[in-house]
T-cell receptor, first 114, second 113 residues
Framework: AQTVTQSQPEMSVQEAETVTLSCTYD???????LFWYKQPPSRQMILVIR??????QNATENRFSVNFQKAAKSFSLKISDSQLGDTAMYFC???????????FGEGTQLTVNP | GAGVSQSPSNKVTEKGKDVELRCDPI?????LYWYRQSLGQGLEFLIY????????KSGLPSDRFSAERTGGSVSTLTIQRTQQEDSAVYLC???????????FGDGTRLSIL
C-alpha cells in the first residue's frame, strides 16, 4: 500500500522569508500524481500544487514550487516570500494515475510570524 | 461557479442516533469522494463515486456507514447507530473526472455525545 510521510509536525517562518516543507512517499508505481493541499482554520482543503510523476520539470504556482526527486521518492514544497495568510496545515498527498483516492500524510502546521 | 457545498456545517447528536451528511459537488464533476478527518487517524478515504456507482468503497469503516449518489450529483453519507469514535470532520471532494485534481468542501463537523 502507498504511504505518505511528513516528518515535520510543526514549522514556523518569518514573514517574507522562504520555508521548505518535506514529504516522502512509498509506492511501487511508476506513474502517479503528487499534491500539496493547504488547510487553514476555516477547514477547507485548498489545492496548492500538483505534480505528475512522468514530468521531470518541477511544478510551480506563483510563490509555491516543489522539488520532486522521483528516485528518492521525495516531494518537498518551497514557499517563497511567506505571507501571514500562508499560516495553515499543509498536507502532502499521493494518487495513482487510475484516479480514485488520495492518500494523505500527517500534515505540517506552518505558522508565519510577523 | 460555486464550489463543493456540504451540509450541515456542524452536527451534534446522541450516541445511537442515525445521521445523514450531504454533499453537493461542483456542477459537471463526475467524480465524488468522501474522506474523514479525525485527531487520531488523520485524513482517511471512505468512498469514491464515478457517476452514481461506487467503484471503491473500501474505506468505509463498518457496515454502519453507507453512501449513495443520485442523478450523478448530490451524495449523502449515512451513519447508523452512531458511536463516539465516529466524531470527526467529514470532507467531501469532487473532480471533473478521476484524473483531475479534487476540490474540497468545508466539511461537516460531527460530534457524538
Amino acid at each position: 500500500a502507498q504511504t505518505v510521510t511528513q516528518s515535520q509536525p510543526e514549522m514556523s517562518v518569518q514573514e517574507a522569508e522562504t520555508v521548505t516543507l518535506s514529504c516522502t512517499y512509498d509506492t511501487s508505481e511508476n506513474n502517479y500524481y503528487l499534491f500539496w493541499y493547504k488547510q487553514p482554520p476555516s477547514r477547507q482543503m485548498i489545492l496548492v500544487i500538483r505534480q505528475e510523476a512522468y514530468k521531470q520539470q518541477n511544478a510551480t504556482e506563483n510563490r509555491f514550487s516543489v522539488n520532486f526527486q522521483k528516485a528518492a521518492k521525495s516531494f518537498s514544497l518551497k514557499i517563497s516570500d511567506s505571507q501571514l495568510g500562508d499560516t495553515a496545515m499543509y498536507f502532502c498527498a499521493y494518487q495513482e494515475t487510475s484516479g480514485s483516492r488520495l492518500t494523505f500524510g500527517e500534515g505540517t502546521q506552518l505558522t508565519v510570524n510577523p | 461557479g460555486a464550489g463543493v457545498s456540504q451540509s450541515p456545517s456542524n452536527k451534534v447528536t446522541e450516541k445511537g442516533k442515525d445521521v445523514e451528511l450531504r454533499c453537493d459537488p461542483i456542477s459537471g464533476h463526475t467524480a465524488l469522494y468522501w474522506y474523514r478527518q479525525s485527531l487520531g487517524q488523520g485524513l482517511e478515504f471512505l468512498i469514491y463515486f464515478q457517476g452514481n456507482s461506487a467503484p471503491d468503497k473500501s474505506g468505509l469503516p463498518s457496515d454502519r456507514f453507507s453512501a449513495e449518489r443520485t442523478g450523478g450529483s448530490v451524495s449523502t453519507l449515512t451513519i447508523q447507530r452512531t458511536q463516539q469514535e465516529d466524531s470527526a470532520v467529514y470532507l467531501c471532494a469532487s473532480s471533473l473526472n478521476q484524473y483531475q485534481p479534487q476540490h474540497f468542501g468545508d466539511g461537516t463537523r460531527l460530534s457524538i455525545l
